[in-house]
């Protein structure tokens, strides 16, 4: 048997975590059409069988074999929330997240809020929030 290329598998337990690559997925489908049992497919490129199964379910889904955009959970904050989070911020920079939950009447927790400040772009520094790009303002 010749070496494993660099997609296939070096171990006999199947891989878990990793993506596969379109050219792993085209194996698949060729081998499934040549007509490969599962298991032989899923031994050969050292995935489970699952995988194998879920890969030629979702075939006909794929565009040149690339992944599937999967949706993901729908956010807690909307986008009017989080202009309410950025209008109390320019109100009150030094508000702490519980202030700013309390103050726009999210049904959010803090680290939810949190997550949203940061990922509009404010960073706590001096005790106050700051745009990442802006500089705290001096105290006199």
């Known amino acids: 048997m010749p070496p494993p290329t660099p997609e296939q598998s ?11 690559t379109p050219y792993i997925r085209g194996h698949i489908a060729g081998a499934s059409m040549a007509g490969a049992s599962l298991t032989t497919i899923a031994n ?10 879920y890969t030629l379910k979702m075939q006909a889904k794929r565009n040149e074999g ?5 949706t993901g ?11 309410a989070i950025i209008a109390a911020l320019q109100r009150g920079p030094s508000m702490s997240c519980n202030d700013i939950r309390i103050a726009t ?8 809020i949190l997550r949203s400040i940061r990922r509009a772009g404010y960073d706590w520094k001096a005790s106050q929030w700051v745009r990442a790009n802006d500089t705290p303002a001096e105290k006199e």
């Open 66 to 70: 690339q992944t599937v955009v999967r």
């Open 44 to 53: 050969y490129h050292g995935i489970s069988k699952s995988t194998v199964q």
């Open 73 to 83: 959970r729908p956010s807690k904050i909307s986008g009017d929330d989080l202009r």
């Open 105 to 112: 009447g999210i049904d959010a927790s803090n680290h939810t």
């Open 10 to 20: 070096t171990n006999d337990k199947p891989m878990r975590g990793k993506e596969l």
